[in-house]
């Protein structure tokens, strides 16, 4: 079994940064690198959507709405993968939820709050 556990959100005026990181643990067969970590989010009364996520230490997908703004990154193709945010709108209020992959199940953190406001 693989858990996710999240840290980092919180309240931030628009324009604001907040970094997001979350750390897998657990294995799956022996194997316990995650091949593929990142952050998807659930605005109220909306789908869940992708943010952004990344291989070991490359291959990194971003939203459109995202994208020159969020930077995603893993600690050294370890189990701990961040979400750096800056230039913060109230668009980009949601509950984050950290992602991760591995062999060919996905699992999902609990989710954190994020809410940008004035």
């Known amino acids: 079994q693989v858990q996710l556990v999240e840290s980092g959100g919180g309240l931030v005026q628009p324009g604001g940064s907040l970094r997001l990181s979350c750390t897998a643990s657990?294995?799956?067969?022996?194997?316990?690198?995650?091949?593929?970590m990142g952050w998807y989010r659930q605005a109220p009364g909306k789908q869940r959507e992708l943010v952004a996520t990344?291989?070991?230490?490359?291959?990194?997908m971003y939203a459109d709405s995202v994208k020159g703004r969020f930077t995603v990154s893993r600690d050294g193709g370890k189990n701990t993968v961040y979400l750096q945010m800056n230039s913060l709108t109230p668009e980009d209020t949601a509950v984050y939820y950290c992602?991760?992959?591995?062999?060919?199940?996905?699992?999902w953190g609990q989710g954190i709050q994020v809410t940008v406001s004035s």
């Open positions: 657990g294995s799956i067969f022996g194997k316990n690198v995650m091949d593929r």
């Open positions: 990344m291989a070991y230490f490359s291959d990194k």
């Open positions: 992602y991760a992959r591995l062999i060919l199940d996905d699992y």
